[in-house]
């Protein structure tokens, strides 16, 4: 695991979407025998806070709760979401045979990975406090940063695994109170989210260990269409950027 600032970047990560980490390979046999590598480029992760992600906050969280919202919050909840990617189970038993859970989940298990990727790094973050790991005082920041994050991801609708796994988290925070609405602003409560995201990351674990397909889509589809109100809200970051646009020191060389 290595945190970088990338001076520079090419082929997929060069165009398109700019990714803030990667852990790969993305196959389950090759994590069982020889495990995988997680790498964290901080200088775009800092730019996708501090030009998207932040002012987001402003508009649509309490001014408190968006002043919570930071660059080392968010940067928690992405080392945590790229960890607990490894936890739980690669293998479910069906039938008596032994298959990968993206086998056995079948088209719903990108959405539901990264929903569990979120929910128990979140989870994880809470725990490591718990016990003295990390320091209690920073989890406030740490579940302000993560819903402003959400907020980032919606934008882009539901048509990709990561956006409609954060709609589903959205929604079913927002239907257990751990985020209440008005006025147009969404507010994280700090005492009861610890509980429902607990109750989340069993949900979605224990889907993956049965490998339960109607399980995972009846989730999915269960919380992941966008609320009137949220649609309403997200009218007012038309200003802000989708995402960043890098632009390097020096010029590309095309042979």
């Known amino acids: 695991m290595e945190v970088m600032d990338a001076p520079y970047r090419a082929g997929d990560l060069l165009h398109g979407y700019q990714a803030v980490a990667d852990n790969l390979p993305n196959d389950p046999r090759v994590h069982q025998e ?21 002012p987001i906050a402003q508009k649509l969280m309490p001014a408190a709760q968006a002043a919570k919202a930071s660059g080392e919050g968010y940067m928690a909840g992405t080392l945590m979401h790229e960890i607990a990617h490894e936890l739980g189970p690669n293998f479910a038993r069906q039938g008596g045979k032994q298959l990968p859970i993206n086998e056995a989940i079948g088209p719903a298990y990108s959405g539901l990975e990264e929903a569990k990727a979120d929910v128990v790094g979140m989870f ?14 920073r989890l406030e920041e740490d579940y302000a940063s993560y819903v402003a994050g959400l907020f980032r991801t919606l934008r882009f609708g539901i048509g990709e695994a ?18 209440n609405y008005a006025n147009g602003r969404y507010a994280v409560d700090y005492a009861r989210v610890p509980a429902v995201i607990a109750e989340l990351a069993k949900e979605l674990l224990s889907i993956e260990a049965t490998g339960s397909r109607a399980r995972a ?29 890098p632009v390097f020191a020096f010029k590309d060389e095309i042979k």
């Open 34 to 54: 020889k495990g995988s590598k997680k790498i964290f480029f901080k200088n775009f992760l800092d730019a996708r806070v501090n030009v998207v992600i932040l």
């Open 124 to 137: 994880c973050l809470a725990w490591l406090m718990e016990r003295g790991v990390m320091p209690k005082d």
């Open 162 to 179: 990561h956006s409609r796994a954060e709609m589903m988290e959205f929604n079913y925070l927002l239907e257990h109170h751990a985020i």
């Open 217 to 245: 889509e009846a989730l999915l589809a269960k919380y992941d269409t966008m609320p009137a109100e949220l649609t309403a809200a997200l009218k007012a970051t038309q200003d802000i950027p989708v995402d960043i646009d």
